[in-house]
C-alpha cells in the first residue's frame, strides 16, 4: 500500500534552516508527480510546492519562492523541501503528498516550529 513516511521537521529560530524529508513507498515513485502542504492551527491545508515526476518543472506557493526549494531523488524515492529563512508564519504541520488512483495520499506530518 502507499506509504509516505515524513521526517526532518523541528523548531527553529526566524532565519534559520531545515530541511524535510518524505520517504515513499508501495507507488513507482518515478511515475509521479510530489507535493509539500502545510496546515497552520485555525487554517486549510494549503499547497507549499509540488516537483513534477522527473523533476524537471516545480512550483511554489507566492510566500514561500526564493525561501524553499522542492527536490526529489528517484533512486531513493524520496522528496526533499528545503527551507531557508524561516519566518514565523511557516510553522505548520507539513505533509507529504502524492495524488494517484483517483485520490490524494498523505503522510502523518511532520511539525515545524518558528520561533525565538
Known amino acids: 500500500q502507499v506509504q509516505l513516511v515524513e521526517s526532518g521537521g523541528g523548531l527553529v529560530q526566524p532565519g534559520g534552516s531545515l530541511r524535510l524529508s518524505c520517504a515513499a513507498s508501495?507507488?513507482?515513485?518515478?511515475?509521479?508527480?510530489m507535493s509539500w502542504y502545510r496546515q497552520a492551527p485555525g487554517k486549510e491545508r494549503e499547497l507549499v510546492a509540488g516537483?513534477?515526476?522527473?523533476?524537471?518543472?516545480?512550483n511554489y506557493h507566492y510566500s514561500v519562492k526564493g525561501r524553499f526549494t522542492i527536490s526529489r531523488d528517484n533512486d531513493k524515492n524520496t522528496v526533499y523541501l528545503q527551507m531557508n529563512s524561516l519566518k514565523p508564519e511557516d510553522t505548520a504541520v507539513h505533509y507529504c503528498?502524492?495524488?494517484?488512483?483517483?485520490?490524494?495520499?498523505w503522510g502523518q506530518g511532520t511539525q515545524v516550529t518558528v520561533s525565538s
Open positions: 503528498n502524492v495524488y494517484l488512483g483517483g485520490r490524494h495520499y
Open positions: 508501495g507507488f513507482t515513485f518515478s511515475n509521479y508527480r
Open positions: 516537483i513534477s515526476s522527473y523533476g524537471g518543472s516545480t
